[in-house]
């Protein structure tokens, strides 16, 4: 069967300072992570993961195919697993500040400017309320960008639409360094938005 392993950063712990601190971002990928890693592996195994094969992302997307008896865990350690996994990618320490080519034009259309943009995105991930995600997501039905929050761990892919770019606002995302400050959280977070990595999938997922 399919065994989840804890995805390496592509940066060292420390290297997102000072917008996201070196202990929020060890304990976040080395315990919280694992635990998502950890919880789906052994979810998988309670419905008997040799019949559902396919990458997590798949097996989201059709969740009726899990056995119910597991499909609330899978929807909560499966969307922790890929959520947190896309998360890492999207942030760099050489954050450019925003996106360029088809994506800045998707922008452009649906959002008027990428100012407009960045303040839809942060009111949203602010009105959160509890623990969950905010999100740049394609729609493939239609064929456009659109910002969603989901709660908890639940994935966009659950939704039939795509993440591009997701932000953790879960209290353990950011307590340790901003406290109760979610808005301040966020406006750090921009600063490490690695939009080459969203515009390319973007221009993969949208064929
Ligand atoms: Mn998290």
Redesign the pocket.
Known sequence: MVQYELPRLPYDYDELEPYIDTETMTI?HKK?HQSYVDGLNKSLEEVGSASHPQYITSILSDLQLIPESGRRKINFFGGGFEN?RLFWETMTPDGEGSPGGKLEDAIDVYYNSFKNFKQIFSDTATSIQGSGWCWLVFNSTYNKIEIISTENQTSPWTLQKMPLLGL?V?E??YYLKHQNRRPDYINDWWNVVNWDYVENRFSELSG
């Open positions: 976040h919280h947190h953790d879960w353990h995302a």
